[in-house]
């Protein structure tokens, strides 16, 4: 059946909802065949079609053909296109969320051009915080209303040294709980090294 | 919205407090607050209070209206009428979860408080239900809901705006059809729905 | 700190006549339109005009609070209390400017072709110099990396722009009384409603959008 195989793209992508699947560059390329197959024939019908309408002036038998061909044609581009933006959006938030570092383990998963585009994506949005009010505005930090200036949060991994604005030195271990300035560990709260105890 | 926003929304509201100590005013960026005088009342932003609360640096006074007597009034009025009555605070529900929640020890019988503001939210809540329901029913694209606090009115949503949002696409769609097929052709309808009376 | 004196604030209000563009308002008022203004961008389906001066004027405030904060003691209870303010501001600039980010990488391509016409027509961009800057970077980026993707099928165009749903279901409050607001309620018969002052409604967006942009309502 015709996209077919644009689908399988699609809910490949849907299945995994946290992190990013591999890019399937396999299947990306088996699409764009389809496409220009598709593509191709339509164009050949779309000429017969048209030569014999101006001859004939009936309905021409090749038309209902045509428009199949050519609404599969826009499905498979659709479903295309959804895939590759879908992982953008995916990367997008991941930019907010560990900043312009990417964990290795997703880096692997990535082709090429999204590596680039990922790196295009940082430099435009650190740029625009940049140029909020006289010194800039780093808007991956205060994400939710302030409610308290200190927490308790709980080390999730061995992080090894972490310094304070007043210099002060933490050693944070897996499992370890401190009670700190919210400022200060909301980043790696994002990042997923501290739990915010409530 | 997040609740918490909404809280973060209702914490300008004011209330007042007694310090237990003295110092000269705070000139917020908001307003000025303050000076401050050992056992004088004086209003205060929630979230300032909440924060001097658990410094136990002063005892909040709980507003007028959050007495029990007040409140039973108040769940009496809102049983017995059919439309929603008109909340003594427009952030009733936000202060009364961080005054309760802080400053227990300077409210009398705060358990019976807690309970009886969260039935009046509950028979609120269920008059809501049914408000959504008709207004589906009768495919309404507007509403006044003027005596909803914004508590209230975040619990709704996405679900009612999404659902009439949906039902404005068929009617729209219905209509573009039948203009395109026979004209203008119009259905009569009611389209006015309302949480008040 | 730079304080402005409520009173002579409205003052300066009542003689808007003599001296139009240079309207003094006092800083909690500015704060209340902040807010508002956070809220009319996350309710609202389409980017508003940016309100860039009050972002600027909050920082401006911010930067000076923090700067006198670094001499206060470190025991001074009030200190913790200064810091508290400043942080929700913070929060509230942010999750503005986060929430037109959001609108802007959404509506990427639809955004730049209005910002254009507006251009065109001479009206006031809605969004920021930095903003647009920003819009048309991503929609650039977007663009070749799709361009990148079609390449093994060449000659072949097809794009999606995404468009806000501009009759979203919106609440407001209104802060003015209004005449004659028309529903569209999707039929052709069209009521007309009328507002007072802090009346609440559950409305089309559309039917209200110019009052939004004008600020005799705000949503809610």
């Known amino acids: 059946m015709f996209a077919e195989k644009a689908c399988s793209l699609i809910k490949e992508l849907s299945r995994c909802e946290e992190g990013l699947p591999p890019y399937n560059i396999e299947l990306v390329k088996e699409v764009c065949t389809e496409i220009k197959q598709l593509h191709e024939q339509n164009k050949e019908d779309g000429a017969i079609v048209a030569n014999e309408s101006e001859i004939a002036g009936n309905v021409n038998p090749l038309y209902p053909t045509l428009r199949i061909g050519s609404a599969a044609v826009k499905r498979n581009i659709r479903c295309l296109l959804a895939y590759h933006y879908n992982r953008l959006r995916t990367l997008r938030t991941m930019r907010w969320q560990f900043g312009s570092i990417l964990p290795p383990d997703i880096k692997t998963n990535l082709s090429s051009d999204e590596i680039d585009w990922f790196s295009k994506y940082s430099s435009c949005l650190g740029k625009y915080m940049r140029s909020i009010g006289e010194d800039g505005l780093n808007l991956c930090l205060d994400l939710r209303p302030p409610k308290s200036l200190y927490i308790e949060v709980k080390c999730l991994i061995d992080y090894g040294k972490f310094e304070l604005s007043d210099g002060t030195v933490l050693l944070l271990k897996k499992d370890s709980r401190h009670y700190l300035p919210r400022s200060e560990c909301e980043e790696l709260i994002t990042q997923g090294v501290f739990h915010h105890i409530v | 919205m997040d609740p918490d926003e909404v809280e973060f929304l209702g914490e300008k509201s004011m209330i007042e407090i007694v310090p237990t100590f003295n110092s000269a005013p705070i000139y917020f960026i908001g307003g000025d607050v303050g000076p401050f005088r050992a056992s004088i009342p004086l209003r205060v932003p929630l979230w300032v209070a909440v924060h001097l609360k658990q410094q136990q640096q002063c005892k909040i006074i709980p507003p007028d209206w959050m007495d029990l007597e007040k409140l039973e009034n108040l769940k009496e009025e809102e049983k017995s009428n059919r439309s929603f009555i008109k909340m003594p605070s427009e952030h009733y529900i936000v202060e009364a979860k961080l005054i309760l929640g802080c400053a227990a020890d300077d409210i009398p019988r705060t358990d019976e408080i807690r309970t009886i503001i969260k039935d009046i939210w509950d028979i609120r809540k269920s008059k809501l239900r049914s408000s959504m329901d008709q207004m589906i029913k009768k495919s309404a694209m507007y509403a006044a809901v003027d005596n909803l606090t914004l508590m209230e009115i975040n619990s709704i949503r996405p679900l009612l705006p999404h659902a009439l949002e949906q039902i404005y696409r068929i009617k729209s769609n219905k209509r573009a059809i039948l203009n395109r097929t026979q004209g203008s052709v119009t259905t009569p309808s009611n389209a006015t729905g309302s949480f008040t009376n | ?220």
């Open chain 3, 1 to 220: 700190m730079d304080e402005i004196d409520i009173e002579s604030a409205l003052n300066e209000i009542e003689n808007e006549s003599d001296d139009e563009d240079e309207v003094q308002i006092s800083l909690p008022e500015i704060i209340q339109l902040m807010e508002e203004t956070w809220l009319n961008e996350k309710f609202s389906p389409e980017i508003l005009p940016n309100k860039m001066e009050i972002v600027e004027l909050l920082l401006d405030q911010i930067t000076t609070l923090e700067t006198n904060l670094k001499k206060l003691n470190n025991s001074d209870f009030k200190k913790g209390l200064y810091q508290m303010e400043v942080d929700r501001l913070r929060f509230l600039i942010s999750s503005y400017l986060r929430k037109r980010l959001e609108k802007i990488e959404i509506f990427c391509t639809a955004i730049l072709e209005q910002e254009k016409l507006r251009s065109q027509q001479g009206k006031d961009n809605y969004l920021s110099q930095n903003e647009l800057q920003f819009a048309q970077e991503y929609d650039q980026s977007i663009k070749d990396n799709f361009e990148s993707v079609m390449r093994f099928c060449p000659g072949i165009i097809e794009t999606q722009i995404i468009s806000p749903n501009i009759h979203s279901m919106v609440f407001l409050k209104s802060k003015e009384n209004i005449d004659g607001i028309v529903i569209d309620d999707g039929n052709d018969d069209n009521d007309l409603i009328d507002l007072t002052t802090g009346a609440q409604v559950l409305i089309g967006y559309k039917s209200i959008s110019n009052l939004v942009k004008n600020g005799d309502v705000h949503l809610i």
